[in-house]
């Protein structure tokens, strides 16, 4: 079993609906990030935390310690959101990144 | 603006092969990370360098070297490359390895074996 477990794989949605990635891990981390890679390749990290909650524009991340649990929210999402969305930790023991296997989201118009 | 980037992103090699894949960083990061992608498996780390000189394995280094003569400079090698080598490989760096520190990431190297 992975230590980060994403859910779902693969999520289509129409455009403007509201979009909820979520992120399940089983070692104490120091902290957590969602990354986002567009078509090519490149990564750009999205949060990082370590407790409650961040809002940036139209995306806000939350995470609880205590259920070793994360979400990512989309409001009002739009084609250009359409992306691989990747949930890391780091491992507060050895401070090792652990990578979810991505949530592939499609946003159609 | 932390800028990594990666020699080729695209690259198609031959089984048995050595292939360089490099990547640089601008920001003065002590560390640096080679990691590869593959569908379903996330990313996994290969090796990293905390310094100049210094390197770590990290989950599968197994036919992998990698090479940190200069700090902003971190070098993956593919000795004898093999089919199962097929990937999607990302460089990373970082100021330091603890706490709620950000990894930057470069545009990946699609790398097809033959």
């Known amino acids: 079993k992975n230590e980060v477990e994403q859910s779902p794989q693969n999520l289509t949605a129409q455009e403007g609906e509201f979009i909820t990635i979520n992120c399940s891990y089983s070692?104490?981390?120091?902290?957590l990030h969602w990354l986002q890679q567009h078509p090519g390749g490149g990564i750009v990290s999205l949060f990082m935390l370590s407790s409650g909650k961040k809002k940036h524009g139209r995306l806000i991340a939350t995470i609880n310690i205590q259920e070793k649990h994360s979400s990512l929210h989309i409001t009002a999402s739009h084609p250009r959101d359409s992306a691989v969305y990747i949930c890391a930790v780091r491992s507060r023991n050895n401070n090792d990144m652990r990578f979810g296997a991505g949530t592939r989201l499609t946003v159609k118009p | 603006d932390v800028k990594v980037t990666q020699s080729s992103r695209y690259l198609v090699k031959r089984t048995g092969e050595k292939v360089f894949l490099e990547c640089v960083q601008d920001m003065d990061h002590e560390n640096m990370f080679w990691y590869r992608q593959d569908p379903g498996l996330g990313l996994r780390l290969i090796y990293f360098?905390?310094?100049?000189?210094?390197?770590e394995k990290g989950d599968i280094p197994e036919g992998y070297s990698v090479s940190r003569e200069k700090k902003e400079r971190f070098s993956l090698i593919l000795e004898s490359a093999s089919t199962n080598q097929t990937s999607m490989y990302l460089c990373?760096?970082?100021?330091?390895?603890?706490?709620?520190?950000?990894?930057?990431f470069g545009p990946g190297t699609r790398l097809t074996v033959l």
């Open positions: 360098s905390y310094d100049v000189k210094m390197k």
């Open positions: 070692v104490g981390i120091s902290a």
């Open positions: 990373a760096s970082s100021l330091f390895t603890s706490g709620d520190n950000e990894q930057f």
